[in-house]
């Protein structure tokens, strides 16, 4: 069984579901998970508790959808460039993380509880950005917490596009975790000129990080000593993964989060960036997604 409620928090629409021991926190502005937790442990998706909730605003806090590109456009291939139809300054992560979303479908099959919300048809396509594109975010509550974003280009021409998940996850203090699965990767140093080097060991955390990892495996883990668990993330239809905490100063220089937040959190994005964009032919679709799913440590 299941239950929904519907909240508001300041001026945004949200569903509060729970599934068992599971709770989940979603905004219709952008789709986007704010939180997850089951039971009494700690949360593993991070609320963030001086995120903004306003209306046309990105909320810095649990998942945000980054769509048709992530991060920098001006960063992102040509091939993405060139879909933009605008002379206005794009913003960074895409058009759909601000904009409201439908809840088209929620079913309970007993063991999972399955949630599709869709971007809303617009005649034209986006502001600046003129593709019939359509958009659906999926989410399944079982023992984990799956989501994925699968994308159809119903258009009559390719249509290029590059993407994250964006993901915030809790950790008891980022100076004491570490990332497994990324030895050996290539990584691009966006805070060294975006220079590309070879990750050796796993990643632990002294200083602000901002890392584009390349062809990366399939399964990465936060390990977390102090709240005895590791959170492990499967990903599909993926080969990058951004890898970001913005430490003392960037923490102190943004306004929607505490001085000490960014000891509580590490994003590790599920992505589609670099040389790992998507072109979809006409009528192809293409999903991204990932499992998370909480573990003691042994």
Same mark, same amino acid.
């Given at each position: 069984?299941?239950?929904?409620?519907?909240?508001?928090? #300041?001026?945004?629409?949200?569903?509060?579901?729970?599934?068992?021991?599971?709770?989940?926190? *979603?905004?219709?502005?952008?789709?986007?998970?704010?939180?997850?937790?089951?039971?009494?442990?700690?949360?593993?998706?991070?609320? +963030?508790?001086?995120?903004?909730?306003?209306?046309?605003?990105?909320?810095?806090?649990?998942?945000?959808?980054?769509?048709?590109?992530?991060?920098?456009?001006?960063? +992102?291939?040509?091939?993405?460039?060139?879909?933009?139809?605008?002379?206005?300054?794009?913003?960074?992560?895409?058009?759909?993380?601000?904009? =409201?979303? =439908?809840?088209? =479908?929620?079913?309970?099959?007993?063991?999972?509880?399955?949630? =599709?919300?869709?971007?809303?048809?617009?005649?034209? %396509?986006?502001?600046?950005?003129?593709?019939?594109?359509?958009?659906?975010?999926?989410?399944?509550?079982?023992?984990?917490?799956?989501?994925?974003?699968?994308?159809? +280009?119903?258009?009559? !021409?390719?249509?290029?596009?590059?993407?994250?998940?964006?993901?915030?996850?809790?950790?008891?203090?980022?100076?004491?975790?570490?990332?497994?699965?990324?030895?050996?990767?290539?990584? !691009?140093?966006?805070? #060294?000129?975006?220079?590309?080097?070879?990750?050796?060991?796993?990643?632990?955390?002294?200083?602000?990080?901002?890392?584009?990892?390349?062809? *990366?495996?399939?399964?990465?883990?936060?390990?977390?000593?102090?709240?005895?668990?590791? !959170?492990?993330?499967?990903?599909?239809?993926?080969?990058?993964?951004?890898?970001?905490?913005?430490?003392? #100063?960037?923490?102190?220089?943004?306004?929607?989060?505490?001085?000490? %937040?960014?000891?509580?959190?590490?994003?590790?994005?599920?992505? +589609?960036?670099?040389?790992?964009?998507?072109?979809?032919?006409?009528?192809?679709?293409?999903?991204?997604? *990932?499992?998370?799913?909480?573990?003691?440590?042994?």
């Amino acid at each position: 069984m299941y239950h929904i409620e519907s909240v508001t928090l #300041d001026e945004l629409e949200c569903w509060h579901f729970q599934h068992g021991q599971a709770q989940l926190l *979603v905004a219709k502005q952008g789709a986007q998970v704010l939180s997850y937790q089951v039971g009494d442990e700690p949360p593993i998706v991070w609320l +963030n508790d001086k995120a903004q909730f306003k209306h046309g605003k990105g909320i810095r806090a649990g998942m945000p959808v980054c769509w048709p590109w992530f991060g920098n456009f001006a960063r +992102n291939p040509d091939s993405i460039q060139a879909m933009r139809h605008s002379d206005e300054p794009a913003g960074a992560h895409g058009l759909v993380r601000t904009r =409201e979303w =439908e809840l088209l =479908e929620v079913d309970d099959a007993g063991e999972a509880l399955h949630i =599709e919300l869709g971007l809303p048809h617009i005649e034209g %396509g986006l502001p600046g950005w003129p593709h019939d594109v359509a958009l659906t975010l999926n989410i399944r509550l079982d023992t984990q917490l799956h989501v994925s974003l699968t994308s159809h +280009n119903r258009s009559d !021409i390719a249509v290029s596009i590059s993407q994250a998940l964006h993901s915030y996850f809790a950790v008891s203090d980022v100076r004491s975790v570490h990332v497994e699965g990324v030895d050996g990767l290539t990584y !691009i140093e966006t805070l #060294d000129d975006w220079k590309r080097v070879q990750q050796a060991g796993d990643l632990t955390f002294g200083a602000e990080t901002d890392r584009i990892y390349l062809d *990366v495996p399939p399964e990465l883990s936060i390990v977390d000593a102090h709240w005895n668990r590791s !959170i492990r993330l499967t990903s599909q239809g993926s080969r990058s993964a951004v890898i970001w905490n913005p430490w003392i #100063d960037k923490a102190a220089a943004l306004g929607d989060m505490a001085l000490d %937040g960014w000891q509580r959190m590490l994003c590790i994005e599920t992505a +589609n960036v670099m040389d790992d964009i998507i072109t979809l032919a006409p009528g192809a679709s293409h999903t991204m997604g *990932v499992s998370i799913s909480s573990h003691k440590l042994a």
